[in-house]
């Protein structure tokens, strides 16, 4: 643009902003698009033309999905981050120290900032919110959770006036693309993430997605804006799906439930509860039909109820829509010359529950040597502790041992934790294949 | 409050925030239990308490289900739309044109106003917005669609980059309960009208629930949003749910649909379509599984694509949740000094599609005295105006009459009345039991 807009008064005068765009990657690419094709959408609503001026990239020659003037490419972060004429930045490079200076550079000269990046918000969230407000800049980040869906607006402006109860996400579609696979198909972990690598649902090097550390980055925003409070990642318990198996999700079916892995948050008075876990979760639940790679927010408020917010967790042009609706709230802001005043502190002091005051209910599978007494003892153990028990099938296997599948009723995980150490000290048990979380339909 | 804040210098001086109730029903009562329980929350948020003055009701001295001081209490709706002391109207009381009034006066007073009231909005919106543009007030609408459901929020900012091709909407929890109980529970109409009017889903008259007009009005406030475009209640084609049968529905049923009654919602380049009808739709499309009095809205944007959110339609709590967010939206707006800014005049032109554009899949179930030769004069009508057919189902009757059950591939409405005319001529049709929309899970 040629003027530096930065109260309303100037608005009118105004031809055209500039956007810097760091990374041309899938998402960038789909950014690029977005403002292309919905130009004039953007102009209804913001008033003027919106240009892309600069674009950091790692290689200026590559072959991209989009086509970019070459001139607009530059390899060195100060041609974009110090360019006076750029409006707002718009952060989709991935990286967390590197980007974060850039971040941080961009808002010290003033410019907004919109970024897609959720290990950077995870991480350093509060920091840099805490810079936008002083250098009196928006830092708008709904595309860093769940992709496509408007899930960040709507906890904190749609359900502005409510106490929220409950959170429960599948906020991941790597993940939930592997585990539909695998419960509707019948085929095991390593063939499906072959398949899901094939098909672009899954990197090469799926860690982060398939260990459920990028499910916690959400949940650790997430939670903190629904209950305002500060989570960090390291307070998110963490399980991701790689050990599985065909047995696990079959028997959960047979006692009505289906494998997903869950973003949980639960809000107790002031202490939470926030975890990533595979978790067996009750068919009648809306999550459960939540398949592929969708993904969905469940939000239970004390005042609204059940909610949930369903859309595409990830792709080129889904995110693409999370961040330029982002710039449109900028620009809007912009407009009014009110940015960098929406963003609210945190309402209250961090608590987390300790284990006895987390509730749940689990199932368990194992494998016992059958003999007189063995499930006599076996149940004993859970009756010390206060563990009932709703669900038991047995069935004998060979060699006389017996697979015992259990589901609790709830529980705290202190006494849970209590019962698997005393199972294990059991000598007719001779292994316990697998524990879950189990998730009725109840509501809070 | 002490001082009436028109512009953000005066935010510090604020001591509290006035706001005049119009209606103490259902909705209003929860209104005045968020705001009470929440206060905390909503002094976070807007920086000081929040407290009802004044509410106007019909009856003084009626017994409610908040405690509210009777001396708040008036029957003069001069007393809270004039009182200098009130910033914000609450409007929970319904009706149209009285209520109209009341409203238009309130924005001349220059308070702003947040209302609940679809019949008002589905009406006269345009022009109460350009009211409230003009005195420079807010006026918001969340919970005049799908109650605790923040849709409008989410269709005008968080896919605010998006062009929205398709919305689909179960936004009646009345017919949407009833339907149910008949699909899951094989019972009648009438008998599960009457269990729904006794647990309170369902009016004493329950004819604008019913008769699809609740919904209609609704669509014509969603598609004006999604769209951008003057959609008025005349424009939305509407068909009730009085006249399914459960033969119907256990016919969609056999062919993998469920009934609903769908707000659809389509924009093909610059032309649209809107009703509300009565819908088989196939079971893979999310809307199918929403169940019992909840709402959804699908929605399909061309970047986005496939989204849905959901949610209680109604209610006391969850509806007064999106009043009171929306009041904290205009009290932010206020310590901001933005008020009367946010909303965006329609983008386009309204151009409604003439029934040769609207294309879509029908089911039909009639009945024919079987004799040589008939099913092949009716499948050569269908032939002969390019209805093909997906399905064909036919099942003998008494009297050598005979059922069948076809579902169409897509096809004009224009061409598919035809048929249905001349169907209606050939002698050895008996009669037309019904004639439903079909919608498959495909997305645009």
Not at 15 to 36: A, D, F, N, R
Not at 53 to 77: A, F, H
Request: aromatic fraction near 6%; proline fraction near 3%.
């Amino acid at each position: 643009m040629l003027l530096l807009v930065k109260n309303k008064e100037d608005w009118s005068k105004v031809h055209s902003l500039s956007i810097g765009l760091l990374g041309l990657g899938t998402v960038g690419s789909g950014v690029v698009k977005v403002i292309e094709n919905h130009q004039d959408k953007l102009i209804h609503q913001v008033g003027c033309p919106v240009k892309i001026k600069k674009v950091l990239v790692q290689d200026i020659e590559k072959e991209r999905e989009v086509q970019v003037d070459s001139t607009m490419l530059t390899v060195d972060p100060a041609e974009v981050l110090l360019d006076p004429e750029i409006d707002i930045i718009v952060e989709v490079m991935g990286g967390v120290e590197e980007t974060k200076k850039h971040l941080i550079q961009a808002l010290q000269q003033k410019k907004h900032v919109v970024t897609a990046n959720k290990d950077l918000m995870a991480l350093y969230g509060p920091e840099l919110l805490a810079a936008a407000a002083n250098y009196q800049c928006d830092l708008f980040y709904e595309a860093s959770v769940a992709g496509g869906i408007p899930i960040l607006r709507s906890l904190v402006e749609g359900l502005a006036s409510d106490r929220i109860a409950k959170m429960m996400g599948i906020v991941n579609g790597t993940t939930n693309f592997i585990l539909t696979k695998m419960s509707k198909e019948g085929r095991s972990y390593d063939d499906v993430l072959t398949e899901a690598q094939r098909l672009g649902f899954a990197e090469a090097n799926p860690a982060a997605d398939v260990e459920g550390l990028d499910a916690a980055r959400k949940m650790a925003i997430l939670s903190t804006l629904g209950f305002s409070m500060e989570i960090k990642l390291d307070d998110v318990k963490v399980k991701g799906i790689t050990e599985i198996t065909g047995e696990d999700i079959r028997y959960g079916k047979q006692f009505g439930y289906t494998m997903k892995l869950i973003g949980y948050a639960h809000r107790d008075q002031d202490a939470v509860e926030v975890s990533v876990l595979p978790t067996l979760i009750s068919n009648a639940h809306p999550l459960a039909s939540v398949n592929d790679e969708y993904n969905a927010i469940y939000v239970y408020g004390e005042a609204v109820g059940e909610t949930m917010f369903y859309g595409p967790g990830a792709g080129s042009l889904p995110t693409a829509t999370a961040v330029v609706s982002d710039l449109v709230g900028v620009m809007k802001n912009m407009r009014l010359g009110v940015n960098g005043k929406s963003s609210v502190n945190p309402q209250y002091q961090k608590h987390l529950k300790s284990d006895d005051e987390i509730y749940s209910k689990y199932f368990i599978r194992f494998c016992i040597h059958d003999g007189v007494g063995v499930m006599t003892k076996v149940t004993s153990i859970f009756a010390t502790y206060d563990v009932s028990l709703e669900k038991v099938l047995q069935h004998p296997l060979a060699e006389e041992k017996a697979e015992i599948i259990l589901v609790t009723h709830r529980a705290s995980r202190e006494n849970f934790r209590t019962v698997m150490t005393e199972l294990r000290e059991v000598p007719a048990v001779v292994k316990i294949e697998s524990v879950y979380r189990v998730e009725e339909g109840d509501t809070v």
